[in-house]
């Protein structure tokens, strides 16, 4: 049905030499290959092309076979399928709260590589020249194949009823089922929005959420930090600058759509209905009338969801947070945790 390509051009034969294995793990690589041999995976190749190898440790503690073609890579013409995005991909989930997922196993080796190009795909152990039949993992237009393959296979299956990110098939169903978890929802288009916005002198955040039954679900948070010229605007100019980047931010759920707009800053509402604004104030004024939004005033105390997330991360002993925690039922060691991850400060961009 659908055979691999690896369009290279005119470009000469890629040929590399093998990279030194240490002992105890030459005799893995060569029973990994004898397995592929078998399974008619793999055949010799008496070809120019040569790629090295590279053997990586799973989370199992098996050994997973790879090739590394990043030279072949590097001369292949792209492949311009489109790739599902993974946001779109999420946004059509919305509605339904059961699902199934599907991970196709060695799906990319149910994919042949056209004969006049398999010796392209040529890697050597030190141990003999070996090409695959069959579509391996590391070539760049892998994914549109595959991605290619299961759109055509899965041809006539909506999207509200089957979805395809690459070899992982999203089955949903519509059955009802109750959840109490804080979890994200996705968005509904028979929902009015809801966007909470604020700014503090480090960064400016977001909350979109929407009202489902009897409760308010957070759809997506946003957030981002301020620069230096920012950071010198009076408070009304920064929380102005926070709802002009937080619409922009979500202007593929807002456009079009009625939603309502809350702050923590009194003055806002009536500076969204000044007339007659002038320079930068203006422009977004501008900007913003392309959206059908009503303009609420949440009290502080109320507004703690976008007031986090506009602030610089604080330290594990802040009393604050830790009071906010024990409110909501949130584990402070999830927290530590994500925050020990990060190696680079992402307000200090």
Not at 100 to 124: C, H, I, M, N
Not at 231 to 237: E, F, H, M, Q
Not at 241 to 263: D, M, N, P
Request: hydrophobic content about 35%.
């Amino acid at each position: 049905m659908t055979q691999h390509r690896i369009n290279t051009g005119d470009h000469p034969p890629i040929k590399q030499y093998p990279r030194r294995l240490p002992l105890a793990r030459k005799e893995e690589a060569e029973h990994l290959v004898k397995e592929m041999v078998d399974n008619g995976i793999i055949e010799e190749s008496s070809g120019p092309w040569a790629s090295p190898i590279v053997l990586v440790k799973k989370k199992d503690g098996s050994t997973r076979f790879c090739v590394d073609y990043r030279k072949l890579n590097e001369i292949t013409k792209k492949d311009s399928y489109p790739l599902p995005r993974i946001d779109d991909t999420l946004d059509a989930l919305n509605g339904s709260q059961w699902f199934t997922t599907l991970d196709l196993k060695s799906g990319y080796w149910e994919v042949e590589v056209q004969p006049e190009d398999r010796e392209k795909t040529a890697f050597t152990t030190g141990q003999g020249l070996w090409k695959f039949k069959v579509m391996p993992f590391g070539l760049c237009n892998a994914p549109a194949t595959f991605e290619r393959l299961m759109e055509t296979v899965l041809r006539g299956l909506s999207s509200e009823a089957c979805l395809v990110h690459l070899d992982d098939i999203i089955i949903v169903g519509l059955k009802q089922a109750l959840t109490s978890s804080p979890i994200l929802t996705y968005p509904r288009t028979d929902k009015d929005f809801i966007l909470d916005t604020d700014a503090s002198n480090e960064g400016i955040g977001a909350v979109l959420s929407q009202n489902t039954g009897n409760e308010e679900r957070v759809i997506t948070y946003f957030s981002k930090s301020l620069g230096k010229p920012e950071r010198n605007y009076c408070v009304t100019r920064k929380e102005l600058l926070a709802i002009v980047k937080s619409i922009e931010h979500f202007h593929h759920y807002l456009y079009g759509q009625k939603f309502l707009l809350r702050t923590d800053h009194a003055s806002l509402r009536w500076l969204l209905n000044f007339k007659e604004p002038e320079g930068q104030i203006a422009r977004w004024i501008q900007r913003l009338q392309e959206y059908d939004f009503e303009i609420q005033h949440r009290k502080g105390t109320s507004h703690g969801n976008a007031d986090a997330l506009s602030r610089r991360p604080c330290k594990e002993s802040c009393k604050q947070c830790t009071n906010a925690e024990k409110k909501f039922g949130m584990e402070r060691d999830i927290s530590v945790k994500v925050l020990t991850k990060t190696t680079v400060d992402p307000w200090s961009s």
